[in-house]
C-alpha cells in the first residue's frame, strides 16, 4: 500500500469536511430552512427545552450576528418565541409551529444520524472520536504557533 503524503491526506480530509456541511445544507435547504436556523432548530432539540442565546451560541460555530438574525427569522415566522430570563439572558422556547418545524426537519436529521452510528460497530464508534480528538489536539497544539504570533500590520 503506498504511502499518504500530507497533501493526499489534507485534501482528502478537507472535502470530507465539506461533503457533511453540504449533507446538511441540503437537508436545512430541503426544510426551507437557512443553514443558521436550521442549526438553531437542531441545538434546541439538543437541548430539550428553552436555552438562552448564550448556550445556543457557545453550542454553534456560528458568529453572534448570523444568530441574531436567523433568531429574529425564526421569530418573525412565529417558531420561536424569545422571553426575558434573570439580567439581560434571552431564552429561547420552540412555539408550537416550531415544534412541528422541528418535528419534520430536526428529528428526521437526528435519525438519519443514529443511522449512521447504528452503521458503525462499537470499535470504530470510539476509533473515530479518540482519531478526531487526537487530530484536533495536534491542529491546536501546531496552531498556537500562528495564534501567539502578533501580526505585523
Known sequence: MEELTFQQFITTINRMYKEEDDIYRRVARHSGLSDAAFWILYAMEMAQGPATQTEIGSTLVLSKQTINSALKQLEQTGHIRLT???????????TRQGQALSDRAIRPTLEVERGAFLGLAEEERASLLALERKYLSLLLREA???LNTPQEE
Do not use: D, N, V
Open 84 to 94: 426575558s430570563g434573570p439580567g439581560r439572558k434571552k431564552y429561547i422556547q420552540l
Open 144 to 146: 498556537e504557533a500562528i
